[in-house]
């Protein structure tokens, strides 16, 4: 887990200026950090506070269920520019299907 999480860091500090993002931590569930359909504006207050929760992430949401947060991240994301989609994981999924 320790090693997903400086990978989430790595990829947060290299995001364009003015970008949006979120992250959904997930595992038998899952939820959107930022709360909003909006995600997170990138600027130095909100990186360095996203930083320090993602330092603190344990592998202790259950299993690895991969499709919902993924289906949610395709449907429920809003974005005006092209969206990306990086899925890292510390575990097997359970449920290939």
């Known amino acids: 887990m320790e090693t997903t999480n400086k990978a989430l860091i790595l990829f947060l500090k290299s ?4 970008s949006t993002f979120e992250i959904l931590p ?3 569930s899952f939820k959107a950090m930022s709360g909003s359909e909006q ?6 207050k909100t990186l360095n506070q ?3 929760i ?3 992430f344990e592998a202790d949401l259950g299993g690895t ?3 919902k947060p993924l289906e949610y991240a395709i449907k429920n994301i809003k974005t005006t520019l ?5 899925m890292l994981t510390d575990g ?6």
């Not at 995600?39 to 130095?44: A, C, L, Q, W």
Request: proline share 6%; aromatic share 16%.
């Open 50 to 52: 996203v930083i320090s």
């Open 54 to 56: 993602v330092e603190r």
């Open 65 to 67: 269920e991969i499709f």
């Open 26 to 28: 997930f595992g038998s």
């Open 39 to 44: 995600g997170y504006n990138y600027n130095d």
């Open 82 to 86: 092209s969206k990306r989609i990086f």
């Open 92 to 97: 097997e999924v359970s449920n290939r299907e």
């Open 15 to 18: 995001l364009p200026p003015s």
